[in-house]
T-cell receptor, first 113, second 117 residues
Framework: AQSVTQPDIHITVSEGASLELRCNYS??????LFWYVQSPGQGLQLLLK??????LVQGIKGFEAEFKRSQSSFNLRKPSVHWSDAAEYFC???????????FGGGTRVLVKP | GAVVSQHPSRVICKSGTSVKIECRSL??????MFWYRQFPKQSLMLMAT?????????EQGVEKDKFLINHASLTLSTLTVTSAHPEDSSFYIC?????????????FGNGTRLTVT
């Protein structure tokens, strides 16, 4: 079965420090992969997506993600975290069946001053 | 950019009543809309996919008679929670796109917090 896993439920990081959020996928073929951010009580905002080509993907708000087929991973990174980055982050994947996405469990990021 | 408006943002209703949630695409024609449900501190679970002018496709385990979805126009889809019970309390989020395929932009509404007392 297709699945997306985010191993870390919570991550606390100091402001200005780097951040890496893990995402692993299980699909029969290379899936389309996405990272979304959700602020409390809000909908989802797309940070970046990977379909094919360059495995290092640049997104908005200074985020990037790297697709690693050998590790079935699509980890999200940011070199220097700002307090406004505190939110819930979701990795999502989709196959060929249109726009149906499977979401990971989410990682809540807390930013310490 | 493309905007999806979801209304209401919060609703409290009594057990046994029905609640309607609207999802509107404001500046594009949404051929397909998706409805998700999110329990506290959990991920989004797809409930159903609705295509304009046709019946919604429900995910396994989602009661179609309880969660009525209507997508009568290219800019509006509604989710009606019928005979709501406290266990239906959740955060409901819609998303919309104007094309098929995963390369199509998918725009999310801001969600509706439903509390059933």
């Amino acid at each position: 079965a297709q699945s997306v896993t985010q191993p870390d439920i919570h991550i606390t990081v100091s402001e200005g420090a780097s951040l890496e959020l893990r995402c692993n996928y299980s699909y029969g073929a290379t899936p389309y992969l996405f990272w979304y951010v959700q602020s409390p009580g809000q909908g989802l905002q797309l940070l970046l997506k990977y379909f094919s080509g360059d495995t290092l993907v640049q997104g908005i708000k200074g985020f990037e993600a790297e697709f690693k087929r050998s590790q079935s991973s699509f980890n999200l990174r940011k070199p220097s975290v700002h307090w406004s980055d505190a939110a819930e982050y979701f990795c999502a994947g989709g196959g060929a069946a249109g726009n149906k996405l499977t979401f990971g469990g989410g990682t809540r990021v807390l930013v310490k001053p | 950019g493309a905007v999806v408006s979801q209304h209401p943002s919060r609703v409290i209703c009594k057990s046994g009543t029905s609640v309607k949630i609207e999802c509107r695409s404001l500046d594009f024609q949404a051929t397909t809309m998706f409805w998700y449900r999110q329990f506290p501190k959990q991920s989004l679970m797809l409930m159903a996919t609705s295509n304009e002018g046709s019946k919604a496709t429900y995910e396994q385990g989602v009661e179609k008679d309880k969660f009525l979805i209507n997508h009568a126009s290219l800019t509006l889809s509604t989710l009606t929670v019928t005979s709501a019970h406290p266990e239906d309390s959740s955060f409901y989020i819609c998303s919309a796109t104007n094309r098929t395929g995963l390369n199509s932009p998918l725009h999310f509404g801001n969600g509706t917090r439903l509390t059933v007392t």
